[in-house]
């Protein structure tokens, strides 16, 4: 089936998104060894990295199989972490939080959601794995979170609170740049994309059916941070990208 210029985008951006967090994870997998984490949480980190890495290379075989190609190499500057807390246990936390308990969370909808549609074969088979995969990813943050929150020397439930708001401010700005507007063709949601309504749509049953429950047994409202407001500038604070 052909590919239109927006399957290639589409694919190209999964890419480099599934390598970044190839990257990111064996980051903060340092960082959970630094932080004295159990061997299985380590394995685990280390496990997903290689995930991402066999996304990434399927994601670049539908990408090649739909007529595209990278543009060029990737921001070096984005894969990887940044210290911004005096206390390790911190940044673990916050990373945690947005990548995996929201970011991996949310994943899970979606993929299957882009799936659904999807009949291209190497498209689908690509979105097979994912979907597979992230399922575990969301486990290994929700693990790691509650882990952190019992055995961290520093109080994190402040660091969080405050800022849940700003990171589920990017998930909305997120998920309104991550798909293209407009309708799709019958071809492209072949090729297992899917209409931008449709992402915040499934991002808004997420905050519902996982976020509010989930923080909710760890002590954290997820609820008044998904309605409250964000600190200027937020937005513009360096965070990592998610795939």
Do not use: K
């Amino acid at each position: 089936m052909d590919a239109t210029d927006h399957v290639r985008r589409e694919w190209a951006a999964r890419v480099e998104a599934e390598y970044r967090s190839a990257a990111i994870t064996q980051h903060l997998t340092l960082w959970l060894i630094q932080a004295g984490a159990s061997p299985d949480l380590i394995r685990d980190g280390l496990r997903i990295t290689d995930d991402e890495l066999v996304h990434a290379e399927m994601a670049f075989a539908v990408l090649t199989a739909a007529g595209g190609a990278l543009a060029g190499p990737f921001d070096r500057g984005s894969l990887g972490l940044a210290r911004a807390h005096a206390e390790l246990e911190v940044d673990v936390a916050l990373v945690v939080t947005e990548v995996f308990c929201l970011g991996e969370t949310v994943a899970v909808p979606l993929f299957a959601a882009l799936r659904a549609d999807c009949t291209v074969e190497v498209a689908r088979a690509a979105l097979d794995r994912v979907l597979v995969d992230e399922v575990r990813h969301r486990d290994f943050g929700w693990t790691a979170l509650e882990w952190l929150l019992a055995q961290s020397p520093v109080p994190l439930r402040p660091a969080i609170e405050q800022a849940l708001p700003g990171m589920f401010a990017r998930q909305r700005q997120h998920y309104a740049a991550g798909a293209e507007s407009g309708r799709l063709t019958a071809a492209e949601g072949a090729w297992g994309l899917m209409d931008l309504d449709r992402y915040a749509a499934i991002l808004a049953q997420t905050v519902e059916r996982q976020y509010v429950p989930r923080f909710a047994r760890l002590g954290l409202d997820a609820a008044r941070a998904w309605a409250g407001p964000v600190s200027p500038g937020v937005l513009d604070q360096a965070r990592p990208s998610t795939s």
